[in-house]
């Protein structure tokens, strides 16, 4: 499995950015994918999955209205645009698979997003977004 993320940089408040993760090795429609953040001392964010099931979203409350997830299953290629950025975005973005699982606890790599709980099983080296104020 490899994801190599792509996209960031250094963006003003309320700018807008889009992140790219291709993958290979597996495919897309066979397993949930999406995106977490880590800010330096703090811990791991889940910011938004697709699930493979249905191609149905879900998104973290800090994001929601303002960040938008999309794939690309041809190019098996996933997708964040990320809108009205504030400085409290800041940090590294990875890509994820994930799958869902029924408890937040149940694995030191599960995250929450929405109401749902995912573990995250492989990721990429990340890339980093600073929004400046």
């Known amino acids: 499995v490899q994801l190599v993320e792509s996209g960031g940089g250094l963006v003003q408040a309320g700018g807008s950015l889009r992140l790219s993760c291709a993958a290979s090795?597996?495919?897309?429609?066979?397993?949930?994918i999406g995106w977490f953040r880590q800010a330096p001392g703090k811990n791991r964010e889940g910011i938004s999955v697709?699930?493979?099931?249905?191609?149905?979203?879900n998104y973290g409350h800090s994001v929601k209205g303002r960040f938008t997830i999309s794939r690309d299953t041809a190019k098996n290629t996933l997708y964040l645009q990320m809108n009205s950025l504030k400085p409290e975005d800041t940090a590294v973005y990875y890509c994820a698979r994930t799958r869902e699982v029924q408890y937040c606890g149940a694995s030191d790599y599960a995250v929450s997003i929405g109401n749902r709980c995912y573990e995250l099983d492989y990721w990429g080296q990340g890339t980093q977004v600073t929004v400046s104020s």
């Open positions: 090795r597996f495919a897309f429609i066979d397993y949930g």
């Open positions: 697709i699930n493979n099931s249905d191609g149905s979203t």
